[in-house]
């Protein structure tokens, strides 16, 4: 299976700040990447596919890049329904595996 | 605007069995693969398993393969999850949702439904 390590597992900022959010994968996985957002008792939202695309009606302010193994997951400038768990997810290869999450909190 | 609702959710014993259906709407159903993603308490997203759209083929996490099926009913717009041989691990939000794609390839989850609460306790 393919391991999803993502970090931090958890970050405190400020609205207006720039979070910066990583994923490493153990194996190539091209660019067959996907990043949600949860927020406690609501559905995950998908947010990015294929690294970098954003999902329709997703604002600009949330970017991904990468490529093969590392892949990195940026709000540009952190409004405050941003705060939420993010996740990475690989689909090159079955089982899907998700990374652990990052806790974006308000500092 | 596709809409998935999961049901069946409920308090168990361990051992016993369970059934989670999902109701969708508002898109083709029968044209794609479909999943099953669960959160236990406290923890991360996990993928549990996915069936293609026209319901031929299956793939589990390895954490239910064996105890879990998967299956869906194209004429109801409805997916199912049939989990037997339950664990306490196996306590967990389980959302249903729509994959991305439309062919034998799984490209993950594009639409979730709300969740449904399975615990397991004696």
């Known amino acids: 299976d393919i391991q999803m390590t993502q970090s931090p597992s958890s970050l405190s900022a400020s609205v207006g700040d720039r979070v910066t959010i990583t994923c490493q994968a153990s194996q190539d996985i091209r660019n067959y990447l996907n990043w949600y957002q949860h927020k406690p008792g609501k559905a995950p939202k998908l947010l990015m596919y294929d690294a970098s695309i954003l999902e329709g009606g997703v604002p600009s302010r949330f970017s991904g890049s990468g490529s093969g193994t590392d892949f990195t997951f940026t709000i540009s400038s952190l409004q405050p329904e941003d705060f939420a768990t993010y996740y990475c997810?690989?689909?090159?290869?079955?089982?899907?595996?998700f990374g652990g999450g990052t806790k974006v909190q308000i500092k | 605007q596709a809409q998935l609702v999961e049901s069946g959710g409920g308090v168990v014993q361990p051992e016993r069995s369970l059934r989670l259906s999902c109701a969708a709407s508002g898109f083709t159903f029968s044209s794609y693969g479909m999943h099953w993603v669960r959160q236990a308490p406290g923890k991360g997203l996990e993928w549990v398993a996915v069936t293609s759209y026209d319901g031929t083929r299956k793939h589990y996490g390895n954490s239910v393969m064996g105890r879990f099926t998967i299956s869906r009913d194209n004429s109801k717009n409805t997916l199912y999850l049939q989990m037997n041989s339950l664990r306490p691990e196996d306590t967990a939000v389980y959302y249903c949702a729509k994959d991305r794609g439309a062919s034998y390839f799984f490209y993950g989850m594009e639409v979730w439904g709300q969740g449904t609460t399975v615990i397991v306790s004696s």
């Open positions: 997810q690989q689909y090159d290869n079955l089982p899907l595996t």
